[in-house]
């Protein structure tokens, strides 16, 4: 059973960089052609994808985050890394991650769909305020 735990600081100030850790047991983030993701889910609206990483390390990220988002990883201790820079109020959010399902072709809206994942973690609340 593969397990997805996201960590980080709960508040962030606006223009600081917010940066959470997702740590994954039950599963290696080596493991051939898996790719793990970062969502989240401002209040009252929908999920948002916003980038992934793949088993070999190719990073992918939303257009509309890509100039602010760098996720990395730390395979010595089966974590990645979501990195936002500049945050503003507007991205307070609960922050998830997520394995995408083993075949899903790595595009934008395939990742961006709730079906194309097995496993999540339980979500982290990020609020951004001064």
């Known amino acids: 059973q593969v397990q997805l735990q996201e960590s980080g600081p709960g508040l962030v100030k606006p223009s600081q960089t917010l940066s959470l850790t997702c740590t994954v047991s039950?599963?290696?983030?080596?493991?051939?052609?898996?790719?793990w993701s970062w969502i989240r889910q401002p209040p009252g609206k929908g999920l948002e994808w916003m980038g992934a990483?793949?088993?070999?390390?190719?990073?992918y990220y939303s257009p509309s985050l890509k100039s602010r988002t760098s996720i990395s990883r730390d395979t010595s201790k089966n974590q990645f890394t979501l990195r936002l820079s500049s945050v503003t109020p507007e991205d307070t959010a609960v922050y998830y991650c997520?394995?995408?399902?083993?075949?899903?072709?790595?595009?934008?809206?395939?990742?961006?769909?709730?079906?194309?994942?097995?496993?999540w973690g339980q979500g982290t609340q990020v609020t951004v305020s001064s």
């Open positions: 990483i793949s088993y070999v390390g190719s990073t």
């Open positions: 039950g599963g290696s983030i080596t493991t051939n052609y898996y790719y």
């Open positions: 997520a394995r995408v399902k083993s075949g899903v072709v790595p595009t934008t809206t395939r990742l961006s769909s709730r079906d194309s994942y097995d496993y």
